[in-house]
């Protein structure tokens, strides 16, 4: 295996371990809300920072399908965090509103981010952090333009 390689399989093994480490953290500070999954979190947290978005709205800021979406609307209104209000102009379209118990829950999700976030850059300088910050948005852009729109050609 030359150099290159290696740094590769590096770079993807290392994003792995802060995926699997930020969902185990996640899960565990979130237990007490019944939040059990990053992505049920996630639709809760941005229904509370974008309150009144339509559930494809929602799914587009989180780049998720619309069926995934509605399953975890589903779940957090089964949980009494959000409800789905008609639109009165569109009927087909449903704005969510997150409850007072959502609001604690999605402060809670705050939290959590809040200390991931510090730990996760404990020690790294801004400068590092924003540089590093930049390279993945490029990675991922390289990824979305190069890989994931030529294939569904």
Known sequence: MDKKTSVTQ???????????????????????????TVTTGAVLYSSYLHE??????????????KAYVTRE???????GYIVRAKDAADHRKNHIIVTPEGKIAAKAIDD???????AEFAD???NER???LGILSKMVGNLKEKLFFEASE
């Not at 590096?10 to 059990?36: D, G, P, Q």
């Open 10 to 36: 590096s770079i993807e093994m290392t994003m792995s371990a802060l995926v699997m480490y930020w969902k185990r953290f996640f899960e565990r500070s979130m237990k007490e809300y019944s939040i059990r």
């Open 52 to 65: 009144g978005l339509v559930q494809d709205e929602i799914g587009k800021l989180l780049n998720m399908d």
């Open 73 to 79: 609307l589903n779940s957090l209104a089964r949980l």
């Open 112 to 118: 959590c981010r809040q200390k991931w976030i510090k």
């Open 124 to 126: 790294i300088s801004q």
């Open 130 to 132: 924003e540089v590093f």
